[in-house]
């Protein structure tokens, strides 16, 4: 099979995590005889630094004609400390997905046998986590209008969602329900919020259509309650885009560290993979960030938009051995073991496919 893949580096560490998960996904392609055509294109504190626009028309262009979009992450310091910078890379980022429509989030959250104590919750409390959250990614709060008034003494931004937008990832998360355990919750603050009312009601009015699914409905300051004591309660959760953001960077510290942790934009016209984590400037450059959740993105790429299952598989088996046998990065790496730099891992598990 040919499949041609936008490669959206971005910043920090973006370069280098991808670097490593392209080296994985050829050594993928050519272990089953596939041909990857990588298309290169600018976004985040790079792209405006380069042509003044943080997702510029260009690799819009070429991420819709792609089959998919690898992605790295986004962000420079020099952005992030000047509240008034009138362009910012996270600007980019929104811009992507309303123009690509990603608008479920898929993000995994499970633990890895051998580094099941490298979490700062107890062993006996991860043990077997295995869930999903589904995040609604082009409404809310962050689409929402925004501003200023009062000379600047008061600033708002408007929390909006429709009753289409909560089916369309509402249906998501009942079809990604009925493949796992047909377990799904709904998280939300309908005790209070208007729009988290509309989504309890809208997700109650599907339940019929999915009989086998048993739902629940929480508040989203007990889910996060709830992640910590008992994480492996849930299955599939679905939540609206701020409550999400805020939940999986909370559950994406279960498994031990955020390197490891990939995800999946799914969209209308394609579908995005990257890693969690965010560009981490402090180490731009030192080829020492954890690049296995862009590498387990990569893996999802292949099952989830290519339908190649085994493929997929052999990422993921491959990774569990790295683990296993430590080579891992200094994220990871205990005291007295080596660290690993980020292309000693992708050499090592090409190597090892």
Known sequence: MKF???LLAG????????NEAVKVSDAIAKKFNHEITWTPALTGACAIDAVGVPYPDETHEICMKADAVLFGAIGHPKYDNDPSAPVRPEQGLLLMR?????FANVRPTFTFPSLIDNSPLKRERIEGTDLVFLRELTGGIYFGEKGRKDGGETAFDNCVYTRAEVQRL??????????????LCCVDKANVLETSRLWRETVQAMEKDYPEVTVSYEFVDAVAMRLVQWPNSYDVLITENLFGDILTDEASVISGSMGLMPSASVGEHTSLYEPIHGSYPQATGLNIANPLATILSAAMMFEDAFGLKDEAE??????????????VTEDLATKGTKAYKTSEVGDWLVANL
Do not use: C, H, W, Y
């Open 4 to 6: 041609n893949i936008a």
């Open 170 to 183: 509402a249906k998501k998360g009942f079809e990604l329900a009925m493949t796992r355990s047909k377990k």
């Open 98 to 102: 309303k123009k690509l429509g990603l």
């Open 11 to 18: 910043d920090g560490i973006g370069p280098e995590v991808i």
């Open 314 to 327: 052999a990422i993921r088996a491959v990774v569990n051995k790295s683990l296993e046998q430590g080579i």
